[in-house]
């Protein structure tokens, strides 16, 4: 394929504004998949992505599409998700795009994620196309979704939006064309060393790891001698290919086109999302810019529930190639046993990490409750940093906690003003800067990190009615009153149930939770005590009702030597339950989440 005839673009919108339907309609216009082959979501594969309708996972496909001047052009689209946890997934989306389609339901209007995404694009610096779907819905307000556009890009009054429905297909063919005449064609030298940037990779486990690739300049061809260059890692390259949108194999991958490329490395390590890839002789002597690191937000304990740990621990490794925002480090726990900590993007993250080893690999997993990483100054004039609240030292050794805190950008519409105050208020924030853009209001605000990771954004998105977008960004630690609250059950602590909390909430999320986990825990033949300690003080206590009643109060005509044999019973065996093992379930640890 000419280069001067090459596509390659993504399509950015925000949840359910019909990303993934006007992909379908695209591939059965340009014939890539025939009627039979065709069924809606068809580039979300995973099971998680149609449980929860959202793309999870970028995909790229390769679409062939004779346009109006005769000209046959290769349209590459690389698809992104939409939720904000997968945000990362855009940014290396549009790493390897040369312009964007930026989709908008008429029916809702610009969102959260579309001003995100937009964003995103924008840094970038690539060309944005305009989409209105949705056009036929009764619903449908082309005149106030139209304005919002504009007032997002000026540019946008005089690059008037397409109105397509993705659904029936009505002016797609126009988008068709406004893509080949919009969308630049890929820059790059065709005769130079290879570079290509690896911009997803997945393991099979019959081809080892596969790279999904963008060529940038040169040509990439199969068994030639391939270097990685951040890794220094060498390898012959076997099978390359392109996506249509199942895997076939070509012969090159020419500058501008994506495609894979089968490393038969069955070394899950070797290779990492953002490494050059280029040839082992004459190498190109700089590598592209890559990906900046990940940071994860929140931290969970990830036990095995039923399944073997090594089990565990090898879906892990493979999910980690899939999804670099996945952080993972060996830890034991005395209730628990041997199992990880776990770091995520946000709690939706968490959730389709979860439901992915669930049903990719068939293991199901126990997660603790949730934490971010303090910084621990003690006595001997050690800092230490603490992202697991077993490692919390003794609150005597303790002279400053230095809580993470985040710049939490919030975009919102003018009207919703005063209920975001009053929210970001609940959650420790401190407002530090307000301006207007048109209708929206962009405000600033100082807040705890364990405050936002957890389940701020759905509270934002609840009282915006989803019009609200949220951009954080790392700050800095500073010294915070916060406290390590430890949960003992039959007087015995359970390091997996403890957690850190600013001692001003410290007493009420006590309180809650020792509430819920009445009802939670397994019950047993005696009352069990479940206590909440901070610093050593008991702050609230519940006793979880025994299956039976207690032989000394069961309200029964006993004679006192009868009664007094029965306690002495009952104190011996609460003495051995002591020190046994307390099985917990999953809803004890999601009590935990609840009150937080």
């Known amino acids: 394929m000419e280069q001067s005839n090459i596509r390659n673009f993504a399509i950015i919108a925000h949840i359910d504004h019909g990303k993934s339907t006007l992909a379908d309609r695209i591939m059965e216009l340009t014939q890539t998949v025939s009627q039979r082959e065709s069924k809606s979501q068809l580039l979300d594969d995973m099971e998680v992505e149609r449980a929860h309708q959202v793309t999870v996972k970028s995909r790229t496909v390769q679409n062939k599409y004779r346009a109006k001047d005769g000209k046959v052009y290769e349209l590459n689209l690389i698809d992104t998700p939409g939720h904000v946890d997968f945000s990362y997934e855009v940014s290396r989306s549009l790493s390897a795009s040369d312009g964007v389609i930026l989709l908008v339901d008429a029916t809702q209007g610009v969102q959260a994620q579309t001003v995100a995404n937009y964003r995103l694009a924008k840094k970038l610096d690539l060309p944005i196309l305009p989409v209105l779907n949705k056009i036929d819905s009764p619903n449908a307000d082309i005149e106030r ?7 997002l890009e000026p540019s946008f009054k005089t690059v008037k939006p397409l109105m397509i429905s993705a659904k029936t297909g009505k002016n797609i063919p126009e988008l068709l064309e406004a893509l080949v005449n919009f969308i630049p064609a890929p820059n790059g030298k065709k005769v130079a060393p290879l570079k290509a940037l690896v911009f ?35 390898f012959k390259a076997g099978e390359i290919g392109i996506f249509s949108p199942e895997m076939e194999a070509v012969r090159t991958l020419a500058t501008g086109e994506v495609g894979y490329v089968i490393t038969g490395s069955k070394d ?40 073997e740990y090594k089990d565990l621990k090898l879906a892990l490794e493979k999910l980690a190639l ?65 992202d697991n609240p077993v490692d919390f030292p003794y609150f005597n050794d303790i ?31 401190k407002l530090l800067d307000m301006n207007n853009e048109a209708e929206l209001v962009v405000l600033d605000f100082k807040m705890p990190l364990a405050k936002v990771a957890y389940d701020f954004f759905n509270q934002l998105k609840s009282i915006t009615h989803g019009y609200a977008t949220l951009d954080i960004e790392f700050l800095d630690h500073e010294p915070s009153d916060v406290v390590k609250v430890v949960l003992d059950i039959n007087y015995a602590a359970v390091d997996a149930l403890a957690f850190i909390i600013h001692r001003s909430e410290a007493y009420q999320v006590a309180q809650e939770l020792v509430k819920k986990l009445k009802y939670t825990l397994p019950r047993r033949l005696y009352p069990t005590a479940v206590q909440a300690l901070v610093e050593g003080k008991v702050i609230a206590r519940v006793d979880v009702p025994p299956l039976r009643k207690n032989a000394a109060v069961n ?34 640890f999601d009590s935990l989440l609840e009150v937080q």
Not at 560 to 580: E, F, G, P, T, V
């Open 145 to 151: 979704t139209t304005k919002q556009l504009q007032k």
């Open 555 to 588: 309200g029964e005509k006993r004679s006192i030597s009868k009664k007094q044999a029965l306690l002495r019973n009952q104190k011996h065996n609460k003495a051995k339950a002591k020190n046994s093992h307390v099985r917990l379930p999953q809803a004890v």
């Open 399 to 429: 002279v400053q906690v230095d809580e993470p805190f985040v710049m939490a950008q919030i975009t919102v519409p003018s009207e919703n003003v005063g209920d975001v105050l009053k929210l970001t208020s609940q959650y420790r924030g």
């Open 268 to 307: 899950i390590n070797d290779i990492r999302v953002g490494d050059t890839l280029t040839a082992k002789v004459h190498p190109a002597e700089n590598s592209l810019p890559g990906y900046r690191p990940i940071k994860p937000m929140v931290y969970m304990g990830i036990y095995p529930r039923n399944s």
């Open 322 to 386: 899939n999804d670099p925002a996945l952080y993972y480090a060996e830890e034991t726990s005395d209730t628990l046993g041997p199992g990880f900590r776990g770091g995520f993007l946000g709690m939706f993250h968490l959730q389709i990490i979860r439901e992915r080893l669930k049903e990719e690999y068939g293991i199901d997993i126990l997660t603790t409750s949730p934490n971010v990483s303090y910084r621990v100054h003690l006595k001997d004039q050690i800092i230490k940093t603490i």
């Open 200 to 234: 997803d990779v997945k393991y099979d486990q019959y081809q080892g790891v596969v790279a999904m690739v963008r060529v940038f300049e040169g040509q990439l061809t199969s068994d030639k001698d391939l270097l990685l260059m951040a890794k220094q890692v060498s």
